[in-house]
């Protein structure tokens, strides 16, 4: 049990400035994460598209 804490500690200790930051502002990468997401699973669901430009307007349509 000691060993887990100790890690967490550890851990703790090497990201404290970023723990502080993420209390300090609003600030978050979630939402670009969800795009991103999406468009790796178009391009593994439309992998047989024609062109690009097709695969472009699926993206916009996707993520409006």
Known sequence: ???KFKACVTAFNNWF?????????SWSNGPLEV???KI?????N???????NL?????MFTCK
Do not use: W
């Not at 400035?17 to 502002?25: M, P, R, V």
């Not at 790796?40 to 593994?44: G, S, V």
């Open 1 to 3: 049990m000691y060993k």
């Open 17 to 25: 400035d970023e723990i502080c930051n993420s209390f300090d502002y």
């Open 35 to 37: 795009t991103h997401t």
């Open 40 to 44: 790796k699973t178009l391009n593994r």
């Open 46 to 52: 439309c992998f047989g598209m024609k062109n690009f």
């Open 55 to 59: 695969f472009r307007k699926r993206i």
